[in-house]
Each structure stands twice: as structure tokens, then as C-alpha cells.
């Protein structure tokens, strides 16, 4: 398994409005083949940071994830509330 670290800046006075667009893009990724699950978190004394941290069962799963139509068509309502590139950081376990 690994996780997805997502940074993302949000535009100041948009916050609500890229809520309802991360929690449209989570409940899209729930159909994705190999995701397990995720939460999104606010940054404490900064509402315009916020970390979403995904689990899938591999890479590959990741991948057509990322690659997909239907994370293009939920990014496109999210991307024009951020302030720069969201920030993807890939984690797996220590062995």
C-alpha cells in the first residue's frame, strides 16, 4: 500500500467553495480500482493550506488514477481555486 500526500494553496475567500470541489473529487476517486481511502485536513491558523492524504493498494492504481478522466473532469473545478500547483508526494512503507 501507499499514500499520496496532496498539497494544495486555496485562494483567499474561496475555501468554501474548493470544499465542495475537494469533496466532489474524493467522492469520485471512492469508484477508483485500488483506492482505499482518504482525508482531507486544514492546516490550524492557515485556512487556505490544506493536505489531502490518500491510500492505494499500489502505484499502478495511482497512476490510472491521476491519468484518468474522471480526476481531469474534478480537477477542472478545483484547479482554478488554487494559487499554485498542488504539490503530489508519494509515500510507501520502510521495510
Known amino acids: 500500500m501507499i499514500k499520496i500526500i496532496i498539497e494544495r494553496r486555496i485562494m483567499p475567500g474561496l475555501e468554501e467553495e474548493y470544499e465542495q470541489a475537494a469533496r466532489e473529487a474524493m467522492r469520485q476517486s ?3 480500482n485500488g483506492f ?3 482525508e482531507s485536513l486544514v ?3 492557515h485556512s487556505d ?3 489531502m492524504i490518500t491510500k492505494w493498494r499500489d ?3 495511482w497512476k490510472e ?3 484518468s478522466d ?3 473532469q ?3 473545478r478545483v484547479q482554478p481555486l488554487l494559487t499554485e500547483e498542488e504539490k503530489v508526494t508519494i509515500y510507501e512503507p520502510a521495510y
Open 74 to 76: 474534478a480537477m477542472q
Open 30 to 32: 471512492l469508484g477508483a
Open 70 to 72: 474522471a480526476r481531469t
Open 43 to 45: 492546516e490550524q491558523n
Open 36 to 38: 482505499f481511502g482518504g
Open 65 to 67: 488514477w491521476y491519468n
Open 59 to 61: 502505484l499502478r492504481a
Open 49 to 51: 493550506r490544506r493536505l
